[in-house]
């Protein structure tokens, strides 16, 4: 590692300047490692975009994917940073506790924590709290899912977005008749027996759908080979079926992951943001 005079590495320098052109690009400010939680000892941080002007903004929470062992705030759900921001929102991508250091629920916990934090503290990021989508990539995709079928008046959001989402965990453990290794992370299964099924079945947000939930987008690639694209289709037919509003968007031929679909299309964030901005209660 090289040392500037200033005691300050390349690395670290690399990194502000990025932060500066990102905010002058976007016009906007991007303020990163915010504590919004302490579990044990562990600080639970997150990264803001503030756009530039007044506000209140519509605000979204993004979280990560990585199988729920792995990821953090700023990978993976990357490639929606710019977007948001060009389209006017504030963000906020946090972090939450991975397995298998901290098995299931403290990642759902950790997510339905942020959303308390971000409404509480809502002003001090120009951040409007009756205009928020929770939008979630893969293993985060279940827990923005888990967060808006169970959600109470605390946790409760506008609309929720799940990119790739397992919605379904009993599913392809039904296909395969094997513990998955991400299942035996998250959530300790070694064996399937009646404790594992019912630990999958708590544990799917599919489970959970009722009447009265708030629009839902599913966004998936229809040859994605860790999460069938089945998931979505037949998640929709559930929400449909119970009364609800659950839109989907469908990349064709699009494996697992937002970063391989660059190269085949790009055209879901246009669509995502024509979607928040139809579907969030106000009109900005």
């Known amino acids: 590692m090289i040392i500037k005079p200033n005691g300050k590495s390349w690395t670290t320098i690399l990194m502000v300047t990025f932060a500066l052109l990102f905010a002058v690009t976007t016009r906007g400010e991007l303020k990163t490692d915010i504590v919004f939680a302490q579990a044990g000892d562990t600080n639970l941080t997150l990264d803001a975009f503030v756009p530039e002007g007044k506000g209140p903004f519509p605000t979204c929470i993004l979280v ?19 977007p948001l921001s060009k389209a006017g929102f504030t963000w906020f991508s946090i972090n939450y506790r991975l397995a298998p250091k901290y098995r299931y629920p403290a990642c759902i916990e950790d997510v339905e924590t942020a959303i308390r934090w971000i409404k509480a503290h809502a002003a001090d990021y120009k951040a409007d709290p009756k ?21 109470k008046d605390d946790t409760r959001v506008n609309v929720i977005v799940a990119f ?14 094997k513990v998955s290794p991400a299942m ?18 708590d ?6 759908i009722h009447n009265g939930l708030p629009p839902f987008l599913l966004i998936h690639g229809t040859k994605d080979p860790l999460v069938s694209f089945e998931q979505s289709l037949k998640f929709q037919e559930k929400m449909k079926a119970a009364g609800n509003v659950c839109d989907l968007i469908t990349v064709e031929g699009g494996g697992h992951g937002m970063v391989g679909w660059e190269k085949i299309d790009t055209s879901y964030k246009d669509k995502l943001i024509a979607w928040l901005d139809a579907t969030l209660p106000a009109t900005r």
């Open 131 to 151: 205009r928020i989508a929770l939008i979630g990539e893969s293993a985060g995709g279940h827990l923005v899912s888990l967060a808006g079928v169970r959600a």
């Open 203 to 208: 544990a799917s947000p599919i489970n959970y």
């Open 184 to 201: 035996t992370k998250v959530l300790g299964l070694t064996e399937l027996n009646d404790a594992a099924w019912k630990a999958l079945h």
């Open 164 to 177: 790739y989402a397992p919605n379904d965990l009993e599913a392809p453990i039904k296909q395969t008749q």
């Open 64 to 82: 990560h994917g990585g199988g729920w062992s792995g990821g953090n705030k700023s990978v993976y759900i990357k490639p929606l940073f710019a």
